[in-house]
C-alpha cells in the first residue's frame, strides 16, 4: 500500500502471524486480526511488559479526558463512543470480532495492558473492552431498550408512532427516539450504535412512489448492513393509493435476520381498528423481548 500510495519500496521485514521478534530487551509477537478494521491488521504482544498493541482493535470515537481507563465515569461515557465506532466502522464484519477474541483468548497470554492505536488505554480492566466487544458484535441487548426510528411527511406516521410509544411507556420501556422530518435529521451513525443494544426496533415508513420513503430507505439499508442481529421488529407504513413500503421493508429487515412481528399499515391517518392493533403489537412486542 505504500507503494501505491508514495511511490516507493521501502526496506520491510515480512511478519507472518505468530512470529515473534527480538528487539533489545523486549520479545514482540505477531498476532494476525484480519478485518479489525483493516484486511491486513495486526496486534502486537510485549511479553516482558505484558502488554497487547491492539492497532484499531478495541478502540473507539472520541478524544477521552484522560488516557486510561482508571476513573469509572471516564469509561461509562467512552462506552458509548466505543460502541458506535464499532458499528459504523467494525459493524459489517462483526463476526471477524467474535473470531479475533476467541484467536486471541487461545493464545494464553497474561494481558495487563490493551493499549488500541485510538481511544482509551486500558490498564486498570483490560479485560472489559474485550467484553464489550464482543457484546457489541453479538448485539446484547440493554435491559427494556426499544429503537423507534421514523420519517413522517404528513404527519401520520408521527402520530402511529406517538401511540405506539404511549404504550411503550406503560410497560416501562426505554425509547431511543429518531426522526426524519423537516427539521430533523439525526446521525445515521447514532441510530446505528443504538441498533447495537436494543432489545427490538421499530421503522416507520410511508409509501413514496410505490418504495420506501427515501430517508428511511437508506436509514434500514445501513441498518442491515452494520447492524443485522437477530431481533423482534415491527414496522409502521402508511398510503395513499396503494401499499408498498410496508412489505419491502419486512422484506429488508426479514432477509438480514430481523424477526418482523407485525407490519401496522393503513391508508391516511390511523383510524380505531389500527390503534387497537398497535397496543396489540405492543404486547407482542414486549413479550418477545422479556421473555
Avoid at 486480526?33 to 484499531?56: G, N, R, S, V
Avoid at 484522560?66 to 466502522?89: C, M, N
Avoid at 451513525?189 to 421499530?202: E, F, H, K, P, T
Avoid at 413500503?245 to 432477509?255: C, E, I, T
Amino acid at each position: 500500500m505504500i507503494s501505491s500510495f508514495y511511490g516507493i519500496t521501502p526496506k520491510f521485514k515480512p511478519i507472518k502471524d505468530g512470529d515473534t521478534l527480538s528487539v533489545g530487551k523486549h520479545t514482540l509477537k505477531f498476532i494476525y486480526a484480519p478485518w479489525l478494521h483493516w484486511p491486513e491488521t495486526m496486534m502486537t504482544y510485549i511479553e516482558e511488559l505484558k502488554t497487547l498493541l491492539t492497532c484499531d482493535v478495541f478502540g473507539g470515537f472520541s478524544i477521552p479526558p484522560s488516557l486510561y481507563d482508571d476513573s469509572d465515569e471516564v469509561v461509562a461515557k467512552y462506552l458509548d463512543h466505543a460502541r458506535k465506532y464499532v458499528v459504523t466502522v467494525v459493524g459489517h464484519y462483526k463476526d471477524f470480532i467474535v473470531k479475533g477474541i476467541n484467536k486471541l483468548d487461545k493464545q494464553g497470554l497474561n494481558i495487563g495492558v490493551i493499549a488500541p492505536s485510538h481511544g482509551l488505554i486500558w490498564r486498570h480492566r483490560p479485560g472489559l473492552i474485550k467484553e464489550k466487544y464482543l457484546e457489541w458484535a453479538l448485539g446484547k441487548p440493554a435491559e427494556n431498550k426499544v429503537l423507534v426510528v421514523y420519517s413522517s411527511m404528513y404527519g401520520f406516521i408521527e402520530e402511529a408512532v406517538g401511540i405506539f410509544i404511549n404504550e411503550l411507556s406503560r410497560f416501562g420501556v426505554k425509547v431511543r427516539l429518531y426522526r426524519f422530518n423537516d427539521v430533523e435529521r439525526p446521525s445515521i451513525a447514532n441510530i446505528l450504535s443504538d441498533a447495537v443494544d436494543a432489545s427490538a426496533i421499530i421503522l416507520g415508513a410511508a409509501t413514496y412512489e410505490n418504495d420506501v420513503f427515501p430517508y428511511m430507505d437508506y436509514v434500514v439499508r445501513e441498518i442491515v448492513w452494520k447492524a443485522s442481529f437477530k431481533k423482534p421488529a415491527i414496522i409502521i407504513s402508511s398510503y395513499g393509493w396503494k401499499g408498498a413500503a410496508g412489505r419491502k421493508l419486512a422484506k429488508v429487515l426479514s432477509d438480514a435476520g430481523y424477526k418482523v412481528l407485525d407490519v401496522v399499515e393503513f391508508r391516511g391517518s390511523t383510524r380505531y381498528n389500527d390503534r387497537e392493533l398497535i397496543k396489540e403489537c405492543v404486547k407482542k412486542l414486549v413479550k418477545e423481548f422479556r421473555v
